[in-house]
């Protein structure tokens, strides 16, 4: 008979509930021979949930204050999935680093982070799924020995490619490779440059990671890879995959089997045990910060994986953000710059229209002016494409009767509710709740209430009845709900079925549109007022990368144009968009930054609380900030009073926040390590509050 196997007080990370103030692993028992990595099934309180089995605490050190329990005492392990590889020390590491970071528990990030199927299985269905896995890379390697490989054309190279992509592959010889920032314009090749250093770490026999940062640019990059690197296996990691897609592409990861993987911010934390680069296209975009749960930037973690596995990490960009800006210019990443575009063409002509000419009358600040629109005529009789841009969808921002002054105002938030023409709907863009049009003012009882403002439904009707004849489209978040919409309605753009083409910043990034010739921007002024001190920097490469979607086939090129309808044509951002000098933009932003102290020059940190009643969320942050002055660790930082978030209630939740500064990153970490605890004991004594969270390194303010 075989002897019992000797069982041992283990650390397992599970996810614990939220608020519950458990930060690190829990201790249970179990064999002495289950490896760190290994997922498994414990008890926590009366549910059956997946852990992790996680590393010992090493000699000395104590994650809690608490006495632990005696080993006669600790629940015992449940099933282990040991037909899984282990998930390795470098993931945990990141796990681990990323949860302290942003101040989550290690159980909650690194079960949050596995696909939700595989949180679901026990050990008899994880091997029926590793065996249909089998089956299904088996029948894929048959067909790929039966098709005859096709060796795919590349793309000459320019002078400047060339010694960019030197750049790039130098730092795969180096033993700690320094983060790369390649700036490059619009155009001007850069994804050319990821698919000849992706490729070199394939022949390395290592994996790729590529994160990009929006979903619906996914499928477009997808094709490119898999035009290059056709009999390679590649997959894709987004929210928009069905749960078995997930867990099937995540294992193809994790297992190795996977070369490349291109996904969306959460696939930043996808196992790779062979991984040999990693790039990070529109490094810029705020869509790689998470905005709920734990709050992570996947760019910056993807820097910190970089330094972890020793592999290099490309972070490419036209417009860099200011933090990045600021390490290549602080000499922590190397710059690698793409001045020219492909083909010589040239950027496209920046042409500031001044609406202060136009007649002062309602309605005009996002009309179309004449000389637009002459422009737009004369793309038309060329059979030219052009891009009307505008970041707002809906018809119009809201109803308003002009007797009483009534507003389509969101019954349960602080916004209006949007007007929707297509289907006669007010519908808030904040919870999401939807009503009918009245036929007359609910106030007043006027029958004429009338759209204040524009939104992309009004601008592509205007546009219809302005040019008639012209075939407009239109993209944003209303017309590709469907799936498979967005790639139609590109694919028509693509093909030249589409003369004008409306949409919002959807459209404006990383497309590759061939025969666009004119891109306008109808209504960027507000950004310029924002309180949000990012605003600008997010107006300038909003605008650069739509900017970008004109001209990009060399031969038209020289007449390709940005048109800018502003009311501030003489403001500095505009001035330097029409030189296309981000690093005039750049240094005159980081100019004002130093001088407020605000990042990249000091670290911040955002407490935001949602209670039932305005008293509860403030009452909260008061009493935080009280908890907080109290700490030794709080001198030194700034402690802003608590103040209503820019939109003060959404779904009948009020919302309070409380801004702390910081000089250093370090401070800043071991300030809220110290009062994370009271938080939690003052969430367990307020009556009313139903939610709050730490956001380290906020984008919005």
């Avoid at 060329?382 to 507003?407: I, M, T």
């Amino acid at each position: 008979m075989s002897e019992p196997t000797p069982l041992r007080r283990l650390r397992v990370a599970v996810e614990a509930p939220q608020h519950s103030g458990l930060t690190g692993p829990l201790d249970y028992l179990g064999p002495q021979d289950l490896t760190p990595g290994t997922l498994v099934h414990v008890t926590l309180g009366r549910r059956d949930v997946m852990g992790l089995v996680w590393d010992d605490l090493a000699e000395g050190q104590a994650l809690t204050d608490d006495e632990p329990l005696p080993e006669s005492e600790l629940r015992p392990v449940g099933e282990a999935l040991d037909a899984l590889p282990p998930l390795s020390d470098r993931w945990r590491r990141l796990v681990e680093f990323a949860a302290g970071y942003y101040q989550r528990s290690i159980g909650e990030l690194a079960l949050a982070v596995l696909p939700p199927q595989l949180r679901e299985l026990d050990a008899k269905q994880l091997q029926a799924r590793l065996k249909k896995l089998d089956k299904a890379d088996a029948e894929a390697a048959k067909a790929a020995a039966e098709t005859p490989a096709v060796v795919p054309e590349r793309p000459a190279l320019t002078a400047q490619q060339q010694q960019a992509l030197d750049a790039v592959l130098a730092l795969a010889d180096s033993a700690t490779p320094q983060p790369a920032l390649l700036w490059g314009l619009t155009g001007s090749g850069k994804t050319e440059i990821y698919l000849r250093a992706a490729e070199a770490a394939l022949e390395r026999g290592q994996q790729v990671l590529v994160l990009v940062p929006e979903i619906n640019l996914t499928p477009q990059l997808e094709a490119r890879f898999a035009e290059r690197f056709a009999g390679h296996a590649i997959v894709s990691l987004h929210s928009a995959l069905t749960p078995a897609q997930r867990l099937r592409h995540w294992l193809a990861a994790h297992l190795g089997r996977a070369q490349l993987v291109l996904g969306t911010r959460l696939a930043v934390f996808a196992s790779m045990p062979r991984l040999g680069l990693i790039v990070v296209d529109e490094e810029h975009d705020p869509s790689y910060k998470q905005q709920d749960g734990a709050r992570y930037s996947a760019r910056d973690l993807a820097v910190y994986r970089g330094h972890l596995e020793k592999v290099p990490v490309v972070l490419g960009s036209a417009t860099p953000s200011l933090e990045s800006w600021q390490h290549a210019l602080g000499g922590r990443y190397r710059r690698i710059d793409l001045t020219e575009r492909i083909g010589g063409g040239a950027l496209p002509r920046v042409r500031l229209f001044d609406m202060n000419r136009l007649e002062r009358k309602k309605g005009v600040t996002t009309t179309l002016s004449v000389p637009l629109l002459d422009a737009l005529r004369k793309r038309l009789d060329r059979g030219e494409q052009s891009l009307v841009f505008l970041n707002r969808r809906g018809y119009a921002p809201v109803l308003h009767c002009d007797q009483c002054n009534w507003k389509s105002d969101c019954p349960h938030c602080s916004a209006h509710q949007v007007f929707h023409k297509e289907d006669r709907t007010l519908r808030c863009h904040h919870c999401g709740v939807s009503t009918r049009v009245p036929r007359a003012c609910p106030s007043c009882g006027n029958p004429d209430i009338a759209p204040l403002g524009r939104g992309t439904e009004r601008l592509e009707e205007q546009l219809a009845q302005a040019l008639p004849g012209a075939r407009v489209a239109r993209i944003d978040a209303d017309t590709t709900k469907l799936k498979g919409s967005l790639e139609s309605q590109l694919a028509a753009v693509h093909e030249g079925d589409v003369d004008i083409l409306v949409g919002t910043q959807m459209v404006a990034k990383g497309h590759d549109f061939r025969r666009i010739t004119l891109v306008a921007a109808v209504n960027p002024d507000g950004a310029l007022f924002s309180s949000d001190f990012r605003a600008p920097e997010r107006l300038f490469s909003l605008l650069m990368q739509a900017g970008g979607r004109a001209g990009r086939d060399a031969a038209q090129a020289a007449a390709s144009e940005m048109w800018v309808q502003t009311w501030y044509p003489e403001h500095a951002l505009y001035q330097s968009l029409q030189k296309h000098d981000y690093e005039a933009f750049a240094g005159s932003q980081l100019h004002e930054r130093m001088t407020a102290n605000l990042p990249p020059f000091a670290h911040l940190a955002l407490v935001r609380a949602e209670g039932r009643t305005v008293e509860a969320a403030r009452d909260f942050l008061v009493a935080a900030q009280e908890a907080a002055q109290a700490l030794p660790l709080s001198l030194g930082l700034l402690l802003y009073p608590p103040v209503p978030m820019a939109v003060a209630r959404v779904a009948d939740s009020e919302r309070f926040q409380m801004l702390i500064e910081a000089g250093s990153r370090a401070q800043l970490q071991r300030f809220l390590r110290a009062w994370l605890p009271e938080l939690h004991a003052l969430k367990r004594r307020q009556k009313g509050l139903t939610r709050w969270a730490v956001d380290v390194d906020p984008l919005a303010i």
